[in-house]
């Protein structure tokens, strides 16, 4: 049932003529579905901006939450709802904020009885169900997009590029390496070998897993961008059991140094460059 002109008018007058109660009556039943899990003041802080947002639409004759007088109030919906996910609140909370206007109005209605009355309330129940639905699926969408950005965050905590020694760096890899990470290690390690001018690179794997066909062909892509920044890659932490599998499954990383761990890694690459370590200055000692 759409909200007409008129019955918009009658919330708004309902609403403005009992604000204090309404607000304090409102802001009660949500403090107990929310458990003190936020403070009162900003609670009805939050209810007074719904309030006031709700008389303006309906003293402007809202229809329904779509409607051009509408925009207000589903800006100030759009707000509680992105904050409430940010705050680690549950879309059902969320929602139950805005469907506990309905308690609120059933009893003021309740003493103000008329030939519309019951008419009036069905109105205002809908526009309050578009309201929560409004509130539900603007609060799944600010939940998605902050998922989406702690992904992102999680990837490049778990890829980071780390300075071994002048002009090495290295890319200790952990966990599975899927498209998507792989595409966040090829970025670091290009840019970092970028900022640092480090000739050579490794990659360590000994904290992958497995080491499939798939895996294989994103290490070596991002060999390759490396080699195409001018910069040679080691692959360390081939266990015994990934080297089983890559020579089963056929795999070729050609001309690319592979070492059974990182300090062997880095050994190779100090011998390339001609730094001379403890180890072989004692040896050359003797």
Same mark, same amino acid.
């Given at each position: ?5 008129e019955?918009?008018g009658r919330?708004?007058?309902l ?8 607000i304090?009556?409102w ?9 003190g899990?936020?403070s009162r003041a ?11 947002a709700?008389?303006e639409a309906?003293?402007?004759?809202v229809?329904?939450?779509?409607a051009e007088?509408g925009?207000?109030?589903r ?15 549950s879309?059902?909370e ?21 030939d519309?009355?019951?008419r ?14 409004f509130?539900? *699926?603007?609060?799944?969408? &600010?939940?998605?997009?902050l998922? +989406? /950005?702690?992904?992102?965050?999680? @990837?490049? $905590?778990?890829t980071?590029?780390?300075?071994l ?9 952990v ?10 290690v ?6 970092t070998l ?38 040679d ?5 081939i ?12 795999? *070729?990383?050609?001309d690319i &140094?592979?070492?059974?761990?990182? +300090? /062997?890694?880095?050994?190779?690459? @100090?011998? $390339? ?14």
């Amino acid at each position: 049932m759409a909200l007409s002109a008129e019955q918009g008018g009658r919330l708004a007058h309902l609403l403005s003529q009992h604000a204090d109660r309404s607000i304090d009556r409102w802001t009660e039943i949500v403090t107990g579905s929310l458990r003190g899990r936020l403070s009162r003041a900003e609670l009805a802080r939050q209810v007074q901006e719904l309030h006031r947002a709700l008389v303006e639409a309906g003293q402007q004759g809202v229809s329904d939450l779509a409607a051009e007088h509408g925009g207000e109030l589903r800006a100030v919906l759009s707000e509680l709802s992105t904050n409430r996910a940010r705050q680690g609140f549950s879309a059902t909370e969320t929602a139950i904020s805005v469907f506990a206007l309905k308690d609120v109005l059933l009893e003021l209605m309740e003493q103000e009885r008329g030939d519309d009355t019951l008419r009036d309330f069905v109105a205002f129940s809908a526009l309050i169900d578009q309201m929560g639905l409004f509130t539900f *699926e603007t609060f799944v969408r &600010a939940r998605e997009s902050l998922i +989406a /950005d702690q992904a992102e965050q999680l @990837l490049e $905590l778990s890829t980071p590029v780390v300075k071994l020694w002048e002009g090495v760096v290295a890319v200790p890899l952990v966990g599975t390496l899927d498209s998507a990470r792989a595409q966040v290690v090829m970025e670091r390690l290009l840019q970092t070998l970028v900022d640092t001018s480090s000739p050579y690179a490794i990659i360590d794997i000994t904290g992958v897993p497995a080491v499939d066909t798939q895996v294989a062909q994103h290490i070596l892509k991002t060999v390759v961008a490396a080699r195409l920044m001018g910069a040679d890659c080691i692959i360390s932490g081939i266990r015994p059991q990934i080297a089983q599998t890559i020579v089963a499954l056929g795999i *070729e990383f050609g001309d690319i &140094a592979t070492k059974a761990s990182l +300090a /062997d890694a880095l050994r190779h690459v @100090l011998r $390339l460059t001609g730094v001379e370590t403890t180890a072989r200055r004692a040896r050359r000692e003797a």
